[in-house]
């Protein structure tokens, strides 16, 4: 999750963006940089590692200038040194960058074709090289932006500083959240509120797809027609405000409208998009091609996460994996051959069971794996390696992003044990890989079905039971659902595996009965189709969660359909993640619950 700030001020900036790139350390970065126009030339300081590097650079070689960028990188596409290091700039514009531009190599390509030579391995540049070379063309800065933003796909926040304009910075919004701060005489960019706080209290957070021209005295919001808009200011509180809502009702909310960026940023600290390999940047304890099976253990959403694992490590990597949950496996004493691996995977690193079950484990002498969202958690300490999720502070009680990126994770541990015993080919890693940088975007996507959720929520909320229905890494998502509709409605929900209705749930079924139905159009969607239409005849109320192809398929009547946008199985629990959070959302919220905060639940379990 980079950190973006831009201000157009009256006074040097250096100093100011890099207190505001303080704030957003808390999202994690291995370089940084800021860039600045002295009379009207760009120039840039930038520094691998913490802040402290780039303000000793700044301590020895000051930057001029009352306008500027400022960037602290996770690093994406190429190593996180200074090379890679934002702001990227040209003799004519400079630019920070948050999220992938995932089709990065065909405009390389294109550039490299017409004689541009890149100077980083990074993904970013694309977009620099395409502004430049438009100016260079004649046109103005903002004609400019507006021709090479449409040619970019993926989930990406941008803020562009140009040569001889002192009184201009241009942002974007594509997936990734860019807010803007209103001053007197002063104007700002930033990643969120958090880093404008200091300057301001007037805030307006960009919608998808809109970009903006700001000057000193004004802000033009415009949407991706280029039509300018109005987007609604928040007076926050200008204060100590970590857990800031944004525009948002719920935090929960927020928090599934963060899943492009923080599952795109998982994903590349495990991923090096530009060969397509999957690189763990840790060294585990033992080899993937000497084991004989790998045991997970978790509990609640991210026991739904490691059953999603299971499927992968089977199918990818032809590791047979053993799940259990951890109040089950810490006292059926299961037997364990020394020297195998156990990976245990929990939100906060702290799950009293999960934790008594790592310690039975490492009794067994097995080499310990977790995947957490605390990296400084009793979990995470007491583990021989830590794969972090990268997911950021998650204040809704109801796991959301952290879930996605915990399948992010494991799906990135399934190709990394696949190549290793080789069950994989390195054409089909490429493949993978390749689904994995259109998540992001994907889950952007996704998000637009909101509208449609919502109104299906409508009818959940006035039902007293629902089923969920899902095959294959589907099933796990459909045991999500459920989980998520009880958790924030109350209302009783079950999920089952879609081939199991015949075995007892097709009793419950009559016309009073909402059933979803997770059925992406996969190798398993005709036998799901087939359960649809048992519901069908004994009056089921059916809503399917599917893409355009299976919407087109069912050839059912009297059904409710959401259709997400078409993606690859192996991503598609990410991507489905997304609508099934949204319902049970919208479900509880129309009910009048808490969302953030339901009856009874606790966002860590430390006892048992």
């Not at 691996?341 to 067994?364: H, P």
């Not at 924030?488 to 097709?506: C, D, N, R, T, V």
């Not at 996969?522 to 109320?541: F, H, I, L, P, W």
Request: with cysteine; net charge negative.
């Amino acid at each position: 999750m980079c950190g973006i700030v831009g201000i157009l001020g009256t006074s040097l900036v250096a100093p100011q963006i890099v207190e505001a790139l303080k704030r957003l350390e808390y999202r994690g970065y291995d370089s940084a940089g800021v860039a600045t126009l002295n009379n009207g030339v760009i120039e840039r300081r930038r520094a691998e590692g913490k802040l402290r590097n780039l303000e000793a650079k700044l301590q020895e070689t000051p930057l001029a200038g009352s306008v500027g960028i400022g960037h602290t990188r996770w690093a994406t596409h190429g190593k996180p040194n200074e090379r890679n290091a934002h702001p990227h700039a040209t003799d004519k514009v400079a630019v920070v960058h948050n999220g992938i531009i995932e089709n990065f190599r065909e405009l390389k390509s294109e550039l490299e074709e017409q004689g541009v030579v890149f100077e980083t391995e990074t993904d970013t540049e694309v977009v620099l090289q395409l502004v430049s070379k438009e100016i260079s063309n004649g046109r103005k800065p903002v004609d400019a932006v507006a021709t090479v933003l449409p040619r970019l796909h993926g989930a990406f926040a941008l803020a562009f500083l140009f040569a001889g304009e002192d009184d201009l910075l241009i942002g974007a919004r594509h997936g990734a959240p860019l807010a803007v701060g209103y001053g007197e005489g002063e104007n700002y960019l930033g990643s969120d509120a958090l880093a404008l706080a200091p300057f301001t209290a007037n805030i307006a957070y960009l919608d998808e797809g809109d970009w903006v021209i700001v000057t000193r005295e004004s802000v033009d919001i415009r949407d991706a027609s280029g039509k300018s808009v109005d987007r609604q200011k928040y007076t926050i509180n200008t204060g100590s405000f970590l857990a800031d809502k944004g525009n948002y009702r719920h935090f929960m909310l927020k928090e599934i409208n963060e899943q492009s960026e923080v599952v795109g940023r998982t994903f590349s600290h495990y991923v090096d998009f530009a060969s397509g390999r999957v690189n763990l940047p840790v060294e585990l304890p033992f080899k993937f091609q000497n084991l004989k099976r790998l045991s997970i253990v978790a509990c609640g959403t991210a026991y739904y996460a490691g059953l999603v694992g299971k499927y992968w490590f089977e199918k990818i990597a032809r590791l047979p994996v053993e799940i259990d949950i951890a109040s089950e496996f810490r006292y059926r004493e299961m037997p364990l051959e020394e020297g195998e691996a156990a990976l245990f995977v929990s939100q906060s690193g702290e799950t009293a069971d999960t934790l008594a079950s790592l310690r039975y484990c490492k009794a067994q002498k097995q080499h310990i794996i977790s995947v957490v969202n605390v990296a400084t958690s009793t979990i995470a300490r007491e583990s021989d390696v830590v794969i972090p999720t990268l997911a950021g502070p998650e204040i809704g009680v109801a796991s959301t992003k952290a879930f996605t990126c915990q399948l992010s994770v494991l799906l990135c541990l399934a190709i990394a044990a696949g190549r290793a015993r080789g069950t994989l080919s390195e054409d089909e890693e490429k493949s993978l890989v390749d689904s994995i940088i259109s998540t992001p975007g994907l889950i952007s996507e996704t998000l637009k079905c909101e509208q449609d959720v919502e109104k299906l929520a409508r009818d959940i909320a006035k039902s007293r039971d629902v089923l969920y229905l899902g095959r294959g890494t589907s099933y796990p998502l459909a045991l999500e659902g459920a989980l998520k509709l009880k958790e924030l409605s109350y209302i009783h929900a079950e999920g089952y595996a879609a081939g199991e209705l015949k075995h007892g749930p097709i009793a419950l079924i009559d016309e009073t009965l909402p059933v979803v139905v997770i059925a992406p159009s996969d190798s398993a969607y005709e036998k799901t189709v087939s359960n649809m239409q048992e519901v069908a005849a004994r009056g089921g109320r059916i809503i399917l969660l599917t893409d355009q192809t299976g919407s087109q398929a069912s050839g059912l009547d009297n059904i409710s359909s959401v259709v997400v946008p078409d993606c690859a199985s192996v991503i598609a629990p990410i991507v489905y993640a997304i609508p099934i959070q949204l319902l049970a959302y919208h479900t509880a919220v129309l009910m009048g619950k808490d969302a953030d905060q339901p009856r009874n639940l606790a966002k860590s379990v430390t006892v048992e």
